[in-house]
């Protein structure tokens, strides 16, 4: 019931073209569903994030898709570019927990030029 | 968005010694932080929670002996490793609020 599960493990796109990472979960009390983008070396760092009250969230080219009744959500990335190359994870959290994460596998994308 | 912070960056020790990792918030106050632990091309995995004015709670596995955490202030954890192992060498990563520190790499010899 903790579990997250991502896809794909891996992911190529080209330049210019969409990148989509999925993920679905089964705890129906995680309210708040975050994305990370992470560089080799560094910590992750918040991309966007979304609450079960919206179905999408825009920020510049990065979009949650969410939909509640399948209990799956999933990260589009427009005009995917070279420096988007990274390792992406979904995670999933219940608000009264601190910010507790329950994460996904991750995704590691990469952009071909 | 908010800022967390780490030191050192990466260490290097010898086996048998003891190292300390200082996660801070530097803009917000933590009761509550998270203690990471990532090996190469895996995900995150939860060793601690940290928590400001009482003990540590830890993840099935994690021996809290060998890991050792303080919640000294409401904007500093430390996880201190000690008695380390070339096993315990890895990324360590602490987290507070949904925002991540920029990890410390830990190589032991």
């Known amino acids: 019931q903790q579990q997250v599960k991502q896809s794909p493990q891996s992911l190529i796109v080209q330049k210019g073209g969409i990148s989509i990472i999925n993920c679905a979960y089964e705890n129906t009390a995680f309210d708040y569903f975050p994305w990370y983008q992470q560089f080799p070396g560094k910590g992750p760092a918040l991309l966007i994030a979304i609450r079960p009250d919206v179905s999408e969230k825009k920020e510049g080219r990065f979009t949650i898709s969410f939909n509640k009744s399948a209990k799956q959500f999933s990260l589009h990335i427009m005009d995917s570019q070279p420096g988007d190359s990274a390792t992406y994870f979904c995670?999933?959290?219940?608000?009264?927990?601190?910010?507790?994460?329950?994460w996904g596998a991750g995704t590691k994308l990469i952009i071909k030029p | 968005g908010a800022v967390v912070s780490q030191h050192p960056s990466w260490v290097i020790c010898k086996s048998g010694t003891s190292v300390k990792i200082e996660c801070r918030s530097l803009?917000?106050?933590?009761?509550?932080m998270f203690w990471y632990r990532q090996f190469p091309k895996q995900s995150l995995m939860l060793m601690a929670t940290s928590n400001e004015g009482s003990k540590a709670t830890y993840e099935q596995g994690v021996e809290k002996d060998k890991f050792l955490i303080n919640h000294a202030s409401l904007t500093l954890s430390t996880l201190t490793v000690t008695s380390a192992h070339p096993e315990d060498s890895s990324f360590y990563i602490c987290s507070a609020r949904g925002f991540f520190g920029p990890g410390t790499r830990l190589t032991v010899l």
């Open positions: 995670a999933a959290s219940r608000m009264d927990s601190n910010y507790q994460l329950i």
């Open positions: 803009d917000f106050q933590a009761t509550t």
